[in-house]
């Protein structure tokens, strides 16, 4: 057996649990609308790496809004891309109420496959991204239920969000998902699905200037000065 092969079987395992609209509207609060076409599958590898786990499976929960025409065309196909990228998705929906619509089952959907896929031993180690404190029932379960079984949660907090107090008293550690980092997801154009090119909405283009982090000039740090140079101080 390769040794690539073996540490590949010894490398503990990772998985992604993300409440949609718990991450969409902080991106769209920034108004940088083209940071809603980002990689749930790279943001998961950028948060397992800095642990040592490899990234075993996304979750994105979440509901296509129906009776918006345009956010739900938008949203068909961003969750299409996401699918050819490895991403499993799990559908709720709204429910009208007071002449406006309430998203009903991401945060359970996400409860539950946390939950779930821990029993399973599907993972290691889980992210849930949500900043909702009704997710600390959920870590309440898994501390009573996974984490005797040696699996660990992490609470991945979206752009802006507080981190819900009650999960300190939980052990839950915090990883805080920044913007640059959602900038580096951002996917291209066309996206290679199993029926054919995935097109990006023009409503989700980048600005003019905007350059994708992958292909900005690397710049080096610049040297600090010799202590000699620290030593000799500037004249007056």
């Given amino acids: 057996m390769s040794d690539q092969k073996r540490q590949d079987q010894n ?16 991106i769209h609060q920034t108004g940088m609308n083209h940071l809603k076409w980002a990689c749930l599958w790279k943001l998961g590898e950028m ?9 075993v499976k996304v979750v994105f ?4 809004p129906d009776h918006i025409p345009g956010s739900f065309e938008r949203h068909i196909t961003f969750n299409n891309a996401l699918s050819a990228r490895g991403v499993e998705i799990l559908r709720g929906h ?12 991401s945060d359970i959907n996400v409860a539950l496959s946390v939950i779930c896929d821990g029993e399973d031993d ?17 870590a309440k379960f898994f501390n009573a239920r996974l984490a005797p079984k040696g699996k660990l949660l992490f609470a991945a907090i979206p752009p ?43 409503e989700y283009d980048p600005p003019a200037h905007w350059i994708h982090p992958n292909d900005r000039p ?17 004249k007056g």
């Avoid at 490398?11 to 409440?19: K, M, N, P």
């Avoid at 999960?167 to 990883?175: A, E, I, S, T």
Wanted: charged residues 20%; glycine residues 10%; positive net charge.
């Fill in 218 to 234: 690397k710049t080096k740090v610049p040297k600090p000065p010799s202590k000699g140079a620290w030593s000799k101080g500037v």
């Fill in 122 to 138: 599907e993972y290691d180690a889980a992210f849930l991204l949500s900043a909702d404190s009704d997710q600390v029932a959920t």
């Fill in 160 to 202: 802006g969000q507080n981190y819900p107090t009650d999960y300190k008293g939980l052990g839950v550690p915090r990883r805080n998902i920044s913007v640059a980092m959602i900038e580096r997801c951002v996917m291209d154009s066309q996206v290679d699905g199993a029926n054919g090119m995935i097109n990006r909405p023009p």
């Fill in 61 to 64: 929960c979440t509901a296509v």
């Fill in 11 to 26: 490398q503990r395992r990772g998985a992604l649990y993300v409440d949609g609209f718990n991450l969409y509207h902080p």
């Fill in 94 to 105: 709204h429910v009208p109420a007071n002449g406006v619509y309430s998203e009903k089952q």
């Fill in 47 to 55: 948060l397992c790496k800095p642990e040592g786990l490899k990234l």
